[in-house]
């Protein structure tokens, strides 16, 4: 099993999450509103940023659990839906899950995601 974490641009968010709900499997989605900076340090991105010691950028942070099979599929579909060739568009992480439990049924690795 794979997580991906996706840091994306807020405006990509509608367009990114309605490519997703396409995907045939996919088993769920968590979307938080987060702030961080890249290397570049939100320097191109200042109208975006709080004032103060550090400039912090809004994103929204996109985590999917997927089988590994779906995985390349889930990425590529962010990238493509989530890019504008612009500093700031964003990163992609992918992790290996050693492990879920689905609460409601005790279920365990991949019956679970
Ligand atoms: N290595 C990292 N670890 C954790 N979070 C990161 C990392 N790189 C980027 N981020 C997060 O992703 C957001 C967007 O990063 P961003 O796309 O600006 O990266 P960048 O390296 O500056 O690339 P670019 O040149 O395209 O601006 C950051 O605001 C931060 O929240
Ligand atoms: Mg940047």
Not at 44 to 58: D, H, M, T
Request: aromatic share 4%; charged share 30%.
């Amino acid at each position: 099993m794979k997580e991906i974490k996706a840091i994306i641009q807020p405006f990509m968010l509608i367009r990114v999450v309605t490519a997703l709900h396409k995907i045939e499997g996919l088993p769920g989605i968590t979307i938080s509103e987060i702030k961080g900076f890249g290397r570049t340090r939100g320097s191109k991105e200042k109208e975006l940023s709080n004032e103060g010691i550090y400039e912090f950028v809004q994103k929204n942070k996109i985590e999917i659990v997927v089988q590994d099979d779906l995985a390349d599929t889930v990425v590529n579909t962010i990238q493509e839906n989530a890019h504008t060739g612009n500093p700031g568009d964003g990163k992609i992480f992918i992790v290996n899950v050693e492990d879920v439990v689905k609460i409601r049924t005790n279920e365990r690795g991949k019956e679970a995601v």
